[in-house]
């Protein structure tokens, strides 16, 4: 009988260690976090370029259309075409066109964006190029991809590091002023403190047309 009860207590032991040392998580918290534990930044970067944002840049608005636009119906302009990940008065475009270079300055290229109407004056980086503009633009990104907010700001930094690496070098040693380009580019724009007399461009594609 004593020998039984020895077994006995052992054994409820036994189970009760082993209860308190198993714990159960649903399989999607599990497989979520594995996966951004496994997300590799520089690699999502370039994936993100060659197979999302490139793919997309036939869907950018004409930047002359989008002036346009903003000068008739504001309100319809950002609604409809503008971007951002939260609330607030910032919003993003990606725009596309085509124009005549009229300076080429340090830190960026001044072009002469040619409408049926009127002409525009804008800005193309090609110095500092940083912040979330290309990123936030392409509407490509799901915030809920990534644990953190310091790896999603990474992807930024990412995107612009292919461009100061990849799209600009070329472009500066042989740009020129009274060269016409075609571009494809972020820009930035502030509803309630709307000024179209000083947009700045984050290229994305450049091409100097012959």
């Known amino acids: 009988m004593k020998k039984f009860l020895k077994y006995l207590l052992a054994l409820i032991a036994f189970l009760f260690i082993g209860y308190h040392s198993v714990y159960f998580k649903k399989l999607t918290e599990v497989s979520a976090r594995t996966s951004t534990e496994k997300i590799n930044i520089s690699q ?100 809920n991809d990534f644990d953190n907010t310091s790896d999603f700001n990474e992807i930024s930094a990412g995107i612009n590091q292919i461009i100061r690496d990849e799209v600009l070098p070329d472009f500066k040693k042989r740009i020129a002023s009274g060269d016409r380009i075609e571009f494809v580019g972020a820009i930035e724009l502030n509803k309630k403190f709307l000024n179209l007399s000083d947009i700045e461009i984050t290229p994305v594609q450049l091409k100097i047309l012959k």
Do not use: C, H, Q
């Open 44 to 143: 999502y970067t370039r994936t993100f370029w060659n197979k999302k944002l490139l793919p997309s840049l036939n869907k950018a608005l004409s930047l002359n259309e989008l002036i346009a636009l903003l000068k008739t119906d504001p309100e319809k302009a950002f609604s409809t075409y503008g971007k951002a990940l939260g609330i607030g008065d910032l919003k993003y475009f990606m725009v596309k066109g085509v124009g005549k270079v009229m300076k080429v300055n340090e830190n960026e290229v001044a072009l002469l964006s040619t409408a049926t109407t009127e002409n525009l004056v804008v800005n193309i980086a090609t110095e500092y190029v940083y912040g979330n503009a290309v990123r936030d633009a392409s509407g490509l990104i799901n915030t």
